[in-house]
């Protein structure tokens, strides 16, 4: 089993939608938890960290859920400029290394 | 505006040579780290360094090495014993504190000719 997993998608998303995807993570002892967006042939942009309590950023909510292991991002209102890949970020202690998932790739169209 | 550098942006080797990727910043952060990407995958660890004058092997670090003499600088070397280099290679810094998530570089694409 991998550490971390993501539905690779493409998520087919409206503009205007909303669209909600998970990642899964496999260690408990995990600490630190980011999304990432990735644009084709960019680096990947830090988008948010996700904290136990669940935070929003304007249209973009990551929420964590330890008990059953996951994270999800919601993004409300979707743009075209949201069309990317979304990276699951999981890590185990400060100042170590972070375990990346796949990506989830979201398609905003017209 | 501090960051991390990468050079060159595009980078082509032939057969059997050795090349190195260089990785800057002026974050004052003492981790660094180097990834690849392959089209279509994920990012696979190759080294890390948490200090100066350390480092540890990731996942995928057969064919490279790398160097850290400075805590700026984190340069890789792709060997000639790596059988498939053509990627996209990332180099990251991370901050202290567990909230801190990976600054990258904008990456150095290789492609073996």
């Known amino acids: 089993r991998k550490e971390v997993e993501q539905d690779p998608g493409p998520f087919n998303v409206p503009e205007g939608a909303t669209v909600a995807f998970n990642c899964t993570y496999s260690?408990?002892?995990?600490?630190?938890f980011f999304w990432y967006r990735q644009d084709c042939r960019k680096e990947p942009k830090l988008l948010m960290s996700?904290?136990?309590s669940g935070n929003e950023d304007g249209r973009f909510t990551a929420q964590l859920n330890r008990a059953s292991q996951y994270i999800s991002l919601l993004i409300r209102d979707s743009k075209l400029s949201d069309s990317a890949t979304y990276l699951c970020v999981v890590g185990k202690a400060a100042g170590n290394k972070l375990t990346f998932g796949g990506g989830t790739r979201v398609l905003v169209k017209p | 505006d501090g960051g991390i550098t990468q050079s060159p942006k595009y980078l082509f080797r032939k057969e059997g040579q050795n090349v190195t990727l260089s990785c800057e910043q002026n974050?004052?952060?003492?981790?660094m780290y180097w990834y690849r990407q392959d089209p279509g995958q994920g990012l696979r660890l190759i080294y890390y360094?948490?200090?100066?004058?350390?480092?540890q092997k990731g996942d995928i670090a057969e064919g490279y090495s790398v160097s850290r003499e400075k805590k700026e600088s984190f340069p890789l070397t792709v060997t000639s014993a790596q059988k498939n280099p053509t990627a996209f290679y990332l180099c990251a810094s991370r901050g202290e504190g567990q909230n801190y998530g990976y600054t990258f570089g904008s990456g150095t694409r290789l492609t073996v000719v």
């Open positions: 996700v904290y136990s």
């Open positions: 260690n408990s002892a995990s600490q630190s």
């Open positions: 974050l004052n952060h003492d981790a």
């Open positions: 360094s948490q200090i100066v004058n350390d480092f």
